[in-house]
């Protein structure tokens, strides 16, 4: 019942804008007229702290205007003023759901100034973590959209994950969250006894549970439909043109991985699919989540097969000082490319850091998509792009 | 798919890339180096050049914008990607304090934020951009553009003792 009245939606959502406002010789005659809403900084169902500018006719919104900047740190002022080793506990905190992608993309920046060699199996441990951090920010943010639509269930189902892995990660870095694990010129450490045959054990029983856990739970329910089928709907010229990376812009069916098509580390002797939907919408969003879970899982089970030996740290000497120039960097994140640049001068602390964090770009469709689309649906939209208050911030 | 993505082997799609820009363009300096393309352009040829990558060379997407403050000087950096393994990178230097140079947004609308961080950070101008606010920092009450090397940060840790 609920899906056949979404599609009558569909038709009049795929129009353009002015066409799903009220007919303005009829605002005019009864004097009817938009108004001004704030929704947030301080929101219960925002990702963290964000305010929206909207402009309502009625219930349908027709302007969106996002005003960023409350939990700004200031990560690259605060880099330019730390020594290159320093910055990595920086980093981990920009974007804290996927912390592993934001250390591996400054490292690899930085060591394509360095003259270090990095050993097989740290490259390998690298690979490994960050497919761990992958899932570890994939599966909640299933639960957040899940918990923004009004199902709580499924919030449960993903943070028992989230909380499996991190107790994976602790005994594998030390921390729970912030881990500083990656270092430059490998990792902090290797996995310690037994933790190979640990993971086995966890993956092969997260592929278990995802099909009764959350794709039963989710997929064919018809709320869910209801609120994500044709909603946030974009078209691939569209998010090409917005510079949309990662799953807003896999969902559009633009097959464009950072992994794949400009490998990095241990990736380049990885098999793995790139997940597109063609869908582009915020259903075929989690389809792609869902598929690049099982992805992650694949990529794990095959670095486990062929984990290489010998050290995990490279020689960089005692007092890192990169050559002059600029190191860029590119990792795909949980949310989608990840971009790093450094400029060194010659001395012990970076000359000017730049974070291209996935989030800030790809925030830019909801100026361009919740315009046309009412109150209620920019919630989903918002688990669309599954922003991180810190990494959209910085 | 209606998005057209480049195809072709990497090398020739590099030589193609600085081809396009060294015939339609002065280009002060290049450099081609594994995947990546480098040109230098001088900050008024810098529209043409970005209008040249993505009309007639076809490179999709932007990355990023970096701005560098060089004390006297700013280093502007364009990272393109053509999203199949090429890299091309323009850069270009603006002289004086006081940076203006041409917006990109018409021909990657996704500059749009990019611009409005380094207006934020920076203080640079850019011509033409339809929405130029501050990003991160306050709208009003706050005159001081953070990043700029003359900003200094109360708690500076500078480590002179090591150097």
Not at chain 1, 212 to 237: H, Y
Not at chain 1, 380 to 391: C, E, K, Y
Request: hydrophobic share 40%; net charge negative; proline share 6%.
């Amino acid at each position: 019942m609920l899906g056949e009245e979404r599609k009558t939606e569909e038709t009049t959502l795929s129009q353009p804008v002015s066409g799903r406002l009220a007919n303005p010789d009829i605002r005019d005659e009864f004097g009817l007229e938009t108004i001004d809403m704030n929704m947030g900084p301080q929101h219960p169902a925002m990702h963290g702290l964000l305010r929206l500018i909207l402009e309502l006719d009625g219930e349908t919104v027709v302007r969106c205007d996002p005003v960023m900047g409350y939990l700004h740190r200031s990560k690259e002022k605060i880099s330019e003023n730390r020594m290159y080793p320093a910055v990595i506990p920086i980093t981990d905190r920009i974007d804290y759901m996927n912390n592993m992608a934001m250390e591996y993309g400054y490292c690899l920046a930085v060591e394509k100034l360095l003259d270090v060699e990095i050993p097989p199996r740290a490259d390998a441990i690298r690979a490994l973590m960050n497919e761990f951090s992958r899932i570890m920010s994939h599966i909640p943010s299933l639960g957040f959209l899940l918990l923004e639509l009004g199902a709580f269930t499924p919030i449960l189902y993903a943070f028992r994950e989230r909380e499996r892995i991190q107790s994976i990660m602790e005994e594998v870095t030390g921390a729970r969250m912030m881990f500083h694990y990656i270092r430059l010129g490998g990792v902090k450490a290797d996995l310690p006894e037994g933790m190979p045959e640990k993971m086995w054990e966890y993956i092969e029983g997260l592929e278990n549970r995802l099909q009764p856990d959350f794709i039963d739970l989710i997929e064919g329910n018809e709320i869910f439909i209801a609120r994500t089928r044709g909603v946030g709907k974009m078209s691939p010229e569209k998010a090409v043109e917005m510079g949309l990376t990662g799953v807003p812009l896999r969902c559009t069916g633009v097959e464009f991985d950072v992994r794949k098509h400009y490998p990095y580390g241990w990736y380049k002797n990885l098999d793995f699919d790139v997940v597109t939907d063609d869908a582009g919408d915020v259903e075929a969003s989690y389809r792609c989540r869902i598929g690049e879970v099982r992805q992650s899982i694949r990529m794990i089970k095959q670095i486990l097969e062929n984990l290489p030996g010998g050290e995990v740290m490279g020689d960089t000497g005692r007092r890192i000082r990169p050559a002059e120039g600029d190191g860029i960097a590119r990792v795909e994140s949980a949310r989608g490319e990840y971009a790093v640049h450094v400029v060194s001068d010659g001395s012990d602390t970076p000359y000017r850091v730049h974070y291209r964090t996935p989030c800030t770009v790809n925030m830019q469709l909801l100026q361009e998509i919740v315009p046309g689309h009412y109150l209620p649906d920019i919630m989903p939209i918002m688990g669309l792009i599954d922003p991180v208050s810190g990494a959209w911030d910085k | 798919m209606a998005v057209t993505l480049p195809e072709g082997n990497l090398e020739t799609r590099l030589s193609r890339y600085l081809d396009g820009f060294n015939n339609s363009h002065g280009i002060e300096d290049s450099l081609v180096e594994g995947d990546l393309v480098q040109v230098v352009v001088g900050p008024e040829d810098l529209p043409a050049v970005l209008t040249t990558a993505r009309e007639t060379l076809g490179i999709l997407h932007l990355s990023f914008i970096t701005v560098v403050d060089r004390q006297g000087s700013f280093e502007l950096t364009y990272e393109l990607l053509d999203l199949r393994g090429a890299q091309v990178r323009v850069k270009t230097t603006i002289e004086g304090d006081e940076p203006v140079i041409g917006s990109v947004t018409g021909i990657y609308p996704t500059a749009n934020w990019h611009e409005r961080e380094a207006y934020d950070m920076f203080g640079v101008a850019f011509r033409g951009h339809p929405d130029l606010r501050r990003l991160y920092m306050w709208q009003d009450h706050f005159d001081h553009h953070p990043l700029l090397k003359s900003f200094e940060i109360s708690t500076r840790r500078t480590f002179e003792g090591l150097r």
